[in-house]
């Protein structure tokens, strides 16, 4: 069994309707370690050792957020910043997240037709996420599709919502015991409820 911690990062959760959905879920998941950023650190004093010792602590790395100007809310910036320090997540001596796996749920406004080329967002989502892609990489970690809820700010709480929520805690399931198949993911941009790679369970 793969142990999970899920970061979740929303400084404005009153008014969240995905996040809180999706975050509300994924602490009943069973095993899962959750940390609410926000709630944790609110004056943004990040305990690093602590926060290396969870990372040593957990084979998967997930980071929820809704998609803020195209990157993370900025304590999870911060998060990284100070956390992934030379010589613990990379450079000399810097192995100690090789091998883990780092996965991005994220909510975007924008919608998924919004995310092409010809759309009014120009790029596809996946581009925007390329800094926390090659962060990934350099420490030696594989990295998923990202989990998109596209269009979130329209979605329907009793719909779109509360399928988005259920093929999280799947997901969450999935690479708690291993099933998500990590080769099949490869040939997808991004994740969503419907197209989850995960195996049958044995
Ligand atoms: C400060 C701020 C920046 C945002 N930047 C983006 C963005 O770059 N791209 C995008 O598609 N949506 C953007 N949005 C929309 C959020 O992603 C959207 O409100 C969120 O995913 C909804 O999820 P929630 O219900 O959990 O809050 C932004 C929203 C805020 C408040």
Not at 68 to 75: A, G, N, R
Not at 95 to 103: F, I
Not at 178 to 197: H, N
């Amino acid at each position: 069994m793969s142990r999970v911690i899920v970061y979740f990062a929303h400084p404005g959760q009153r008014h969240s309707r995905a996040n809180s959905a999706m975050g509300k879920a994924a602490k009943t998941v069973e095993s899962i370690t959750f940390v609410d950023l926000y709630a944790e650190y609110p004056r943004h004093d990040i305990d690093v050792e602590r926060e290396q010792r969870r990372l040593l602590d957990h084979d998967v790395i997930v980071f929820q957020f809704p998609l803020y100007w195209y990157s993370t809310p900025s304590l999870l910036k911060e998060w990284q910043d100070l956390v992934l320090q030379h010589g613990f997540a990379y450079g000399h001596g810097g192995d100690k997240l090789t091998g883990k796996s780092m996965v991005l749920a994220i909510t975007t406004g924008g919608s998924d037709e919004a995310y092409t080329a010809t759309g009014y967002q120009n790029f596809p989502l996946r581009s925007f996420l390329y800094p926390l892609e090659q962060t990934a990489r350099l420490c030696g970690m594989t990295f998923a599709p990202p989990y998109v809820l596209y269009s979130a700010l329209q979605a329907d709480e009793e719909g779109a919502i509360v399928n988005h929520t259920n093929g999280y805690t799947k997901l969450l399931n999935a690479f708690q015991d291993e099933i998500f198949d990590f080769a099949k993911a490869e040939q997808q941009a991004t994740m969503t409820f419907s197209d989850l790679p995960i195996r049958e369970k044995a």
